[in-house]
């Protein structure tokens, strides 16, 4: 059932060169209850005034001086807002056929013929100004609807970076319970994708996926993982296999995030000279892959560990100088320099889960 229109908030404007006209349309719209009519004699002020006014209907003379009906018409039809109906009703003696059509084509929504009758003008205005009405309902839906959809987005980007999270600590729960190294590799591949100039989209991805570079660990027994001092060539073995335990556990997902997680979990030790995990050379390797290389590497060497103390940071900065070029991708460690001598020690402070998914 439709709503009575509220004419107290209805705005119109009326435009037509003879006064009479525009007096005579004032008259029987007052009559029938609207009260925010607004008139202009001179087609020229027509778009200043529907710009000042914002009326929910024009009605428009087609024959005027200075400017033509379809000239006003085809103006207002560029400053009114495309997902706006604002009805135009064409208020004219009698029209040719072939005028009629060039006028609808032009965007006009009704006809009123000249002289005007009072029930024709109120019922036809009534009639726009509902389908406006309609199509403002329709608008405001749609709008409610993207809002809902915007917020269920949002809810399943948090539940899957949540759930990265989680996984991130189980992968890291049997060296450190806060999976420390892992947020501070987020962290750091997260600035040397920016210094080499990724798109912000990239960077998103690489700084949330990083920290779950290791977590293939899981597969790899305790004597292995836990164990101190040099590994047996087996055990070496054994070792490397996280990298294809962690693209196993990674993989078959069409989700951004978990493929360029497994991209980097497969990749995180190969070097640029070849002799990494998997012998990919130089650019073999993704670029995700050789950031969290060097990333992971530097977080290393620079925090203790049961069985060897830390570097400082310009050793650390020296081992990257000296390993550029054979295990490292050569223009990403003169980066990652920079960022050193940008940053400094704040390179080394702990980073949360919190910092890295806000
Ligand atoms: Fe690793």
Redesign the pocket.
């Known amino acids: 059932m439709m709503q009575e229109l509220d004419l107290s908030t209805i705005k119109l404007l009326l435009v037509d060169d003879e006064a009479h006209c525009t007096k005579l349309m004032e008259a029987f719209l007052k009559q029938a209850g609207y009260s925010r009519i607004t008139m202009t004699n001179d087609p020229r002020q027509a778009v200043p005034l529907y710009g000042e006014v914002k009326p929910d209907l024009v009605a428009l003379d087609m024959r005027m001086p200075h400017m033509d009906g379809f000239e006003v018409m085809r103006q207002l039809r560029q400053v009114i807002p495309a997902d706006d109906y604002v009805p135009i009703l064409i208020v004219t003696g009698e029209l040719d056929a072939p005028t009629k059509h060039q006028a609808l084509a032009q965007g006009a929504n009704d006809f009123l013929n000249k002289p005007v009758d009072a029930t024709e003008v109120v019922l036809r205005i009534k009639n726009q100004l509902q389908t406006r009405r309609l199509h403002q309902q329709v608008r405001m839906h749609n709008e409610h609807l993207e809002a809902q959809v915007r917020l269920r987005t949002k809810v399943v980007e948090q539940t899957q970076l949540d759930l990265l999270n989680r996984l991130v600590l189980a992968s890291e729960y049997r060296y450190d319970v806060t999976g420390a190294h892992a947020w501070r590799v987020g962290r750091l591949a997260m600035l040397l994708a920016e210094m080499k100039g990724l798109a912000p989209d990239q960077v998103e991805l690489i700084k949330k996926t990083a920290p779950l ?2 977590v ?2 899981i597969g790899v027994r305790d004597a292995i993982l836990l164990k101190e001092g040099p590994y047996e060539p087996a055990e070496r073995e054994a070792m490397k296999a ?2 294809k335990i962690g693209s196993k556990i990674l993989s078959d997902s069409r989700s951004p995030l978990l493929m360029m997680a497994r991209e980097i979990a497969l990749t ?2 190969e070097r640029w000279d070849g002799k990494g995990y998997h012998r990919l050379k130089e650019a073999q390797t993704p670029l995700s892959g050789r950031i969290v290389a060097l990333a ?1 590497a530097f977080d290393v060497m620079t925090h203790a560990c049961s069985y060897k103390a830390p570097l400082s940071l310009s050793d650390a900065r020296g081992e990257i100088e000296r390993h550029a070029g054979t295990q490292f991708d050569p223009d990403l460690s003169s980066q990652f320099l920079k960022l050193i001598d940008r940053d400094g020690e704040s390179l080394l402070a702990d980073a949360t889960a919190q910092q890295l998914f806000a």
């Open positions: 570079h290791d293939g660990r996280h990298t995180h030790h992971d």
